[in-house]
């Protein structure tokens, strides 16, 4: 089980910056891939980046240029740098994290519980 605990959400006025973090524990596999999910009011839950154990990094190509994923393996913690935040950058921010369990070949996949960012003047 692996148990993904985000922080780092708020209020930023347009314009402004907010990075989110998500630590990670319990029994995490060495193949893994961890994201940050959005969901805003009344739309489905969307990538907005991931980074995979590999380093290998992808975006949602409306936050190319303003947001930045990045891991740091020894804290088991991924963060999101964002900035240049607009109002369609608000909604609750989900950490993902799914691996690879080589003894069953199985992926496994988790979800944080979620911080909201909410973008406004």
């Known amino acids: 089980q692996v148990q993904l605990v985000e922080s780092g959400g708020g209020l930023v006025q347009p314009g402004g910056s907010l990075t989110l973090s998500c630590e990670a524990s319990?029994?995490?596999?060495?193949?893994?891939?961890q994201a940050w999910y959005r969901q805003a009011p009344g739309k489905q839950r969307e990538l907005v980046a991931n980074i995979n154990s590999s380093g290998a990094i992808r975006y949602q190509d409306s936050v190319k240029g303003r947001f930045a994923i990045s891991r740091d393996s020894a804290k088991n913690t991924t963060y999101l740098q964002m900035t240049s935040l607009t109002p369609e950058d608000t909604g609750v921010y989900y950490c993902y994290h799914k691996d690879l369990d080589r003894e069953t070949w199985k992926w496994r996949d988790y979800w944080g519980q979620g911080t909201q960012v909410t973008v406004s003047s």
């Open positions: 319990g029994s995490i596999f060495s193949i893994n891939i």
